[in-house]
């Protein structure tokens, strides 16, 4: 009777503790609620529901198998993302680490996670050995670790499988909606992702390397491969239209790129207005689908709303912010919200330059030029990006450290027309009309024609007439409009240009909600508008 007393004890036990204990954290929206009046014990340290999925390491040598590791692995990362109650480190800094022999514990401190999943693939034909195991970066604990044989084709229920188990493991809140959204968050045909991995690894080198435009181009053949066997894969559109959006701004800026052909001009409007369709009919989110329409209403022109839309889309849940969000920031009623929508994708992804590189430019346009300047020394200690370096060396000389200013434009610029760029804008602030047109005029003959950057020395220098005149001739072209925001982003001058001079730009802002002029941070004293 006792050890029948004890057995009933241990499975009430088990029912009543271990299997409620999930309901400690707060449940997705669609998930079922605890009925009024229950007793919820307090959620666990958000740090310790947190993980980051390094790349499994491809043990065979065939062609495709590393590209077949990473796409394993990002597959785990989306599933993974699909849970609200966990923290996934996005696949831009996951990846960080690929081929870096670091110990466990560096790796989660620089992510900012409790966990990490690791693993290794080994392909022989139609054969697969995929091995993981998720380790407390703590103590080095390995809290679980599993081996699978299966065949390739049947690798999507090994990564559905190895994601579940790590939610498991983390006590993550588990209902059937959130099972299937893991289940059905990437796509199920190997060959999709192994293009799609071939796609990106173009795509980073078109952002590092010179040829950009044909570097994108050679991506796009595998993102259309890609898409084409499996059309749900979102992200694919949202790679895929990078190069069109790069000909439409080049053309309207006034840029010779020699690898642009008018084809590609009068092709490119309705290339990405297609990829923009793809992706919002393919959203796996709202956050998703918010951002796509964003990014389309403001690059196509359809501004009505545009602030409200804005706004809409930072308050969703999500650690991808729409691509152009940055833009409205120095005219939007709320550039705070804005500025915090990076910073949860700073989070989220924490290698990421993106997020770095807008939370330094919003918080110059902000006047929070001591701010700007710590946080883009402290971006820079992780990565190197040119507009992280721009941004020290102007933030350095708006709060008064010219000399310093230039020394470290000269030390940490890499590119000589950028360098020559920013020490136009760092004349400009020294009130030196001169040594700013010199090096303008440098900049020109390096870097070639560039309206969008003239526009914005012009205005800088205090050439009101000229700036009118560049922004009057970039409001005239197809596109114009997302130069002419560009600029104002870029300036942290205020208003480059009247609207008078702009009469497009200055239609769609009325629909917009957007605020004008943009407030004057200060700082260009030759700029007397």
Not at 50 to 67: C, E, I, Q, T
Not at 227 to 242: I, K
Not at 319 to 346: E, Y
Not at 385 to 401: F, I, K, M, N, Q
Request: aromatic share 6%; glycine share 6%.
């Amino acid at each position: 009777m006792v050890g029948l007393a004890l057995a009933v004890g241990v499975l009430l036990f088990d029912r009543l503790a271990l299997h409620d204990e999930p309901r400690g954290v707060e449940p997705p929206a669609s998930a079922s609620l605890a009925a009024p009046g229950d007793v919820m014990p307090p959620p666990a340290p958000a740090a310790q529901k947190s993980v980051a999925v390094l790349p499994f390491v491809a043990m065979s040598n065939g062609p495709d198998d590393d590209y077949f590791a990473d796409g394993l692995t990002e597959e785990i990362i989306n599933a993974l993302a699909q849970l609200p109650d966990l923290l996934v480190t996005a696949r831009t800094s996951a990846f960080h680490f690929k081929d870096r022999n670091l110990p466990v514990a560096d790796i989660a401190r620089q992510l900012g996670v409790a966990h990490v999943l690791e693993g290794s693939i080994r392909r022989a034909g139609d054969r697969l050995r995929v091995t993981a195991q998720l380790i407390h970066a703590d103590d080095g604990f390995n809290l679980w670790s599993e081996t699978w044989d299966r065949q390739t084709a049947d690798s999507f229920a090994v990564q559905a499988d190895i994601a579940e188990k790590v939610a498991h493991a983390l006590n993550v809140y588990l209902d059937d909606a959130l099972l299937e959204r893991m289940q059905w968050a990437g796509t199920r045909d190997v060959e999709a992702f192994i293009a799609f991995q071939k796609g990106i690894e173009f795509y980073e080198r078109a952002h590092r390397e010179p040829n950009q435009i044909s570097l994108l181009r050679q991506a796009n053949v595998y993102f259309e491969q890609a898409t084409g066997r499996s059309p749900e894969l979102v992200d694919a559109y949202q790679y895929h239209s990078d190069l069109f959006s790069h000909v439409l701004i080049s053309q309207a800026a006034g840029e010779l790129d020699g690898e642009i052909t008018q084809g590609d001009i009068a092709h490119a409007p309705a290339a990405l207005l297609q990829d923009y369709q793809r992706a919002a009919r393919h959203a796996r989110s709202a956050s998703q689908r918010a951002n796509t329409e964003f990014d389309q209403s403001i690059i196509f022109g359809r501004w009505r709303g545009l602030d409200r839309l804005a706004r809409q889309t930072v308050t969703l849940p999500g650690c991808d912010p729409a691509m152009w969000l940055h833009l409205v920031a120095p005219l939007s009623g709320d550039p705070q919200a804005i500025l915090g929508a990076f910073r949860r994708m700073a989070v989220c992804d924490p290698l990421r330059t993106r997020p770095m590189v807008h939370d330094v430019g919003i918080q110059l346009w902000l006047g929070r030029v001591d701010a700007a300047v710590d946080m883009a020394r402290q971006s820079l200690s992780k990565a190197e990006h040119p507009s992280l370096s721009r941004h020290l060396a102007l933030g350095l000389a708006l709060r008064g450290d010219a000399d310093e200013a230039v020394a470290t434009a000269n030390s940490i610029i890499r590119e000589e027309d950028e360098l020559l760029r920013v020490r136009a804008m760092l004349a400009a602030i020294r009130g030196d009309a001169a040594t700013a047109q010199r090096h303008q005029v440098d900049y020109l003959g390096k870097h070639g024609p560039d309206d969008r950057e003239t526009l914005v020395l012009e205005a800088v220098r205090g050439n009101r007439a000229e700036a009118n005149r560049l922004a009057a001739t970039i409001d005239a072209r197809p596109f114009g409009h997302i130069v002419l925001l560009q600029a104002v982003y870029d300036c942290l001058c205020g208003a480059p240009f009247d609207l008078n001079a702009t009469p497009t730009f200055a239609a769609l802002l009325v629909e917009s909600g957007l605020d004008w002029p943009p407030p004057r941070p200060g700082g260009f004293p030759l700029k007397d508008w």
